[in-house]
C-alpha cells in the first residue's frame, strides 16, 4: 500500500518525506518494527514511546508519525544524513488517534462490512452483548463480539488486556470476522476505550447505553464522575442509532449532546418507570422451578411480545429489554428472540449451573459490596428455602471490601461459606479473619472452609430441598492466583464435577 492511501481522516502536519512510499505495516510497539512500518508515537502517562525512534528507524521503520519535534531522536540513531532524510515524519496532535484511524486504513475499513453495535455502561455490557449474540445466532446469523470474555470468532476465543482492545487489534479482530463469515459485530465499549481514542474512526449502526453509577474513578481512569459520565454519553456521537435506558437517574445528561436518532427502552416495576419509552417491559414475574430459573415479562411499545429470560434478577430484565429493542430493529423473528432469550447463559454472570428439587446453584461475578448486595437481594425475590453464599476476597487490596461484603454476607445470606478468593501475596487465613470479624457483628450464620473446592462442595453436598447457592467472586475468572501463581480454577467446572459425583441424589 502507499501511505497516502492510510491517511483518510487523519490531521497531520507533513515535517517531511514523501507520502508516495510503500508501507507493509501499522506499529505502535517498537518491539515490533519491520521493514516498510509505520511507527505511531505516543506519550503515555507511564512511557512517551518517542524515545525509541532511534530503535525502530535501525530496525527498518522510515515513517515515523509524531506529536512533538523527534530531530534529536533521530540524531541518535546512528543512521546516515542521507538515511533520515529518507525518513518521512508526520506531526498530529494525538497519536492514539492516528493510530486508530491508520490502523482502520490499514485493514481496509473491516468494520463496514459488517452491522456494527457497540454497548456501554457502569453494569450490563457483558450480559447484554451475549443476549444479543444468542438472538443473532438462533436467527442463523454469523456474529463477532468483543468484550470481557475476550474477541470471538465462531468457537475461537482470543483472551484481551482490556474490555475495549487496543485500536490495531480491534480492526485486525474486526477484519478476521469479515473474512470469516460474519455479518454482525457486538463490543462492549469501555469509557476507557472512548477516552485513548481506541474505538476513534468507528460508527456503529447502532450504539446502547445501559446505565451510569460513579465508578472507574482514579488517577489512572478518569478524574471524577463527570469526566466518566462525558465519555461514556460519548457513544451517542459514534453510532447512527442511539438506545438509551430511560431510567438512569442521568438520562437527560447522557443524551443531551447525542448526534445520533435516540430510542428510548424502560423497566415498569411497582410504579416506577417512563412508561411512555419507546420499548418497555412490565408484569415482571419471579420464576423459580426445579427446571428454570429467571424471569418472565411483557414488552411493549414499538415492539411487543412475551420474553422468558433464563437468567434471574430484574437487572436481568433491562439487559434483556435493550437486546429484544436492538433486535427489533434488526427484523429478527419474535420466536427466534424468545428461544435465545429463554436459554442464553453468560459465563460468571448469573450463571445458573444447576437447578433441581434439591438446590440452585449459580456463579456470579459479584466481588464488591454493592454487587454482592444486589445480587443476594435480587436472589431473595426468589423466596428459596435458605439463601447460601460462598465467598472470599482477594489479598493486597483493600481491607474495606473484606469488611463489607462480610456484614452483607451476615444480613442477608442465611449461611455465610467464607472460603479462598484470589489470595495473591497475603494468607487465606488472614483475609477470613477479616471477613470474620464483620459477620460476627451482625449475628449470621457462618463457616470457614479455606479451599474453595472443598467450600463449594460442601455447599451442595449439605443443601436442603429448596435452597438457592451463590458461588461469587470469580465469576468466568478460570484461575486462582497465590503467591505470584495462577492456578487453573473455574466455579462452575467444580460444581459441575460435585453434581455429576453427586448423580441423582443433586
Given at each position: 500500500?502507499?501511505?497516502?492511501?492510510?491517511?483518510?481522516?487523519?490531521?497531520?502536519?507533513?515535517?517531511?518525506?514523501?507520502?508516495?512510499?510503500?508501507?507493509?505495516?501499522?506499529?505502535?510497539?517498537?518491539?515490533?518494527?519491520?521493514?516498510?512500518?509505520?511507527?505511531?508515537?505516543?506519550?503515555?502517562?507511564?512511557?512517551?514511546?518517542?524515545?525509541?525512534?532511534?530503535?525502530?528507524?535501525?530496525?527498518?521503520?522510515?515513517?515515523?508519525?509524531?506529536?512533538?519535534?523527534?530531530?534529536?531522536?533521530?540524531?541518535?540513531?546512528?543512521?546516515?544524513?542521507?538515511?533520515?532524510?529518507?525518513?518521512?515524519?508526520?506531526?498530529?496532535?494525538?497519536?492514539?488517534?492516528?493510530?486508530?484511524?491508520?490502523?482502520?486504513?490499514?485493514?481496509?475499513?473491516?468494520?463496514?462490512?459488517?452491522?456494527?453495535?457497540?454497548?456501554?455502561?457502569?453494569?450490563?455490557?457483558?450480559?447484554?452483548?451475549?443476549?444479543?449474540?444468542?438472538?443473532?445466532?438462533?436467527?442463523?446469523?454469523?456474529?463477532?463480539?468483543i468484550g470481557t470474555t475476550g474477541?470471538?470468532?465462531?468457537?475461537?476465543?482470543?483472551?484481551?488486556?482490556?474490555?475495549?482492545?487496543?485500536?490495531?487489534?480491534?480492526?485486525?479482530?474486526?477484519?478476521?470476522?469479515?473474512?470469516?463469515?460474519?455479518?454482525?459485530?457486538?463490543?462492549?465499549?469501555?469509557?476507557?476505550?472512548?477516552?485513548?481514542?481506541?474505538?476513534?474512526?468507528?460508527?456503529?449502526?447502532?450504539?446502547?447505553?445501559?446505565?451510569?453509577?460513579?465508578?472507574?474513578?482514579?488517577?489512572?481512569?478518569?478524574?471524577?464522575?463527570?469526566?466518566?459520565?462525558?465519555?461514556?454519553?460519548?457513544?451517542?456521537?459514534?453510532?447512527?442509532?442511539?438506545?438509551?435506558?430511560?431510567?438512569?437517574?442521568?438520562?437527560?445528561?447522557?443524551?443531551?449532546?447525542?448526534s445520533c436518532a435516540i430510542h428510548?427502552?424502560?423497566?415498569?416495576?411497582?410504579?416506577?418507570?417512563?412508561?411512555?419509552?419507546?420499548?418497555?417491559?412490565?408484569?415482571?414475574?419471579?420464576?423459580?422451578?426445579?427446571?428454570?430459573?429467571?424471569?418472565?415479562?411483557?414488552?411493549?411499545?414499538?415492539?411487543?411480545?412475551?420474553?422468558?429470560?433464563?437468567?434471574?434478577?430484574?437487572?436481568?430484565?433491562?439487559?434483556?429489554?435493550?437486546?429484544?429493542?436492538?433486535?427489533?430493529?434488526?427484523?429478527?423473528?419474535?420466536?427466534?428472540?424468545?428461544?435465545?432469550?429463554?436459554?442464553?447463559?453468560?459465563?460468571?454472570?448469573?450463571?445458573?449451573?444447576?437447578?433441581?428439587?434439591?438446590?440452585?446453584?449459580?456463579?456470579?461475578?459479584?466481588?464488591?459490596?454493592?454487587?454482592?448486595?444486589?445480587?443476594?437481594?435480587?436472589?431473595?425475590?426468589?423466596?428459596?428455602?435458605?439463601?447460601?453464599?460462598?465467598?472470599?476476597?482477594?489479598?493486597?487490596?483493600?481491607?474495606?471490601?473484606?469488611?463489607?461484603?462480610?456484614?452483607?454476607?451476615?444480613?442477608?445470606?442465611?449461611?455465610?461459606?467464607?472460603?479462598?478468593?484470589?489470595?495473591?501475596?497475603?494468607?487465606?487465613?488472614?483475609?477470613?479473619?477479616?471477613?470474620?470479624?464483620?459477620?460476627?457483628?451482625?449475628?449470621?450464620?457462618?463457616?470457614?472452609?479455606?479451599d474453595r473446592r472443598e467450600a463449594?462442595?460442601?455447599?451442595?453436598?449439605?443443601?436442603?430441598?429448596?435452597?438457592?447457592?451463590?458461588?461469587?467472586?470469580?465469576?468466568?475468572?478460570?484461575?486462582?492466583?497465590?503467591?505470584?501463581?495462577?492456578?487453573?480454577?473455574?466455579?462452575?467446572?467444580?460444581?459441575?464435577?460435585?453434581?455429576?459425583?453427586?448423580?441423582?441424589?443433586?
Open positions: 500500500m502507499v501511505l497516502r492511501d492510510w491517511l483518510e481522516g487523519l490531521g497531520y502536519e507533513l515535517v517531511q518525506g514523501s507520502l508516495d512510499r510503500e508501507v507493509t505495516e501499522v506499529v505502535y510497539d517498537s518491539r515490533k518494527v519491520v521493514s516498510g512500518a509505520v511507527f505511531v508515537c505516543m506519550a503515555g502517562t507511564r512511557v512517551d514511546s518517542h524515545g525509541f525512534v532511534p530503535q525502530v528507524l535501525k530496525a527498518g521503520a522510515r515513517v515515523l508519525v509524531t506529536e512533538r519535534g523527534i530531530e534529536g531522536e533521530m540524531a541518535r540513531s546512528g543512521l546516515s544524513p542521507e538515511e533520515l532524510a529518507d525518513v518521512t515524519v508526520l506531526r498530529t496532535e494525538d497519536g492514539r488517534r492516528a493510530l486508530a484511524l491508520l490502523s482502520a486504513a490499514r485493514f481496509g475499513y473491516p468494520a463496514k462490512k459488517m452491522i456494527t453495535i457497540g454497548v456501554t455502561g457502569t453494569k450490563g455490557k457483558t450480559t447484554t452483548t451475549h443476549m444479543i449474540k444468542a438472538i443473532l445466532e438462533a436467527a442463523g446469523k454469523k456474529v463477532g463480539m474477541i470471538v470468532i465462531g468457537d475461537t476465543v482470543t483472551p484481551t488486556m482490556n474490555t475495549t482492545p487496543e485500536s490495531w487489534q480491534l480492526h485486525q479482530a474486526f477484519s478476521q470476522m469479515a473474512k470469516s463469515g460474519c455479518q454482525y459485530m457486538i463490543m462492549e465499549v469501555s469509557s476507557q476505550g472512548i477516552k485513548m481514542h481506541r474505538v476513534d474512526g468507528i460508527t456503529f449502526d447502532y450504539g446502547i447505553f445501559t446505565n451510569i453509577s460513579p465508578d472507574h474513578i482514579g488517577p489512572d481512569e478518569h478524574a471524577d464522575f463527570e469526566e466518566y459520565l462525558y465519555y461514556k454519553s460519548r457513544i451517542l456521537n459514534m453510532c447512527k442509532v442511539g438506545l438509551v435506558n430511560a431510567n438512569d437517574s442521568h438520562f437527560k445528561a447522557v443524551v443531551r449532546n447525542a428510548t427502552y424502560s423497566v415498569l416495576e411497582e410504579g416506577e418507570g417512563v412508561p411512555d419509552a419507546d420499548f418497555t417491559a412490565s408484569n415482571i414475574r419471579y420464576v423459580s422451578r426445579p427446571d428454570f430459573v429467571g424471569t418472565e415479562f411483557d414488552v411493549k411499545g414499538r415492539y411487543e411480545m412475551d420474553v422468558r429470560l433464563g437468567i434471574p434478577g430484574l437487572f436481568n430484565v433491562d439487559n434483556a429489554l435493550a437486546a429484544v429493542s436492538i433486535c427489533s430493529f434488526l427484523n429478527l423473528s419474535k420466536e427466534r428472540i424468545s428461544h435465545a432469550l429463554e436459554h442464553v447463559r453468560v459465563n460468571g454472570r448469573m450463571e445458573i449451573v444447576h437447578t433441581s428439587a434439591r438446590c440452585t446453584v449459580l456463579v456470579d461475578y459479584a466481588h464488591n459490596a454493592v454487587s454482592m448486595e444486589s445480587l443476594l437481594s435480587t436472589l431473595r425475590q426468589y423466596h428459596p428455602k435458605r439463601l447460601v453464599v460462598v465467598f472470599g476476597c482477594g489479598g493486597n487490596r483493600s481491607k474495606e471490601r473484606r469488611y463489607s461484603m462480610g456484614e452483607i454476607g451476615g444480613r442477608l445470606a442465611d449461611l455465610s461459606i467464607v472460603t479462598a478468593d484470589n489470595s495473591r501475596f497475603e494468607k487465606v487465613e488472614d483475609i477470613i479473619a477479616d471477613i470474620r470479624g464483620s459477620i460476627e457483628k451482625t449475628g449470621g450464620v457462618f463457616i470457614e472452609i479455606p463449594i462442595e460442601y455447599s451442595i453436598t449439605h443443601a436442603r430441598p429448596g435452597d438457592m447457592v451463590a458461588v461469587i467472586g470469580k465469576g468466568h475468572e478460570d484461575y486462582q492466583e497465590i503467591n505470584g501463581v495462577r492456578y487453573h480454577f473455574l466455579d462452575r467446572e467444580v460444581i459441575e464435577e460435585v453434581v455429576n459425583r453427586l448423580g441423582d441424589e443433586a
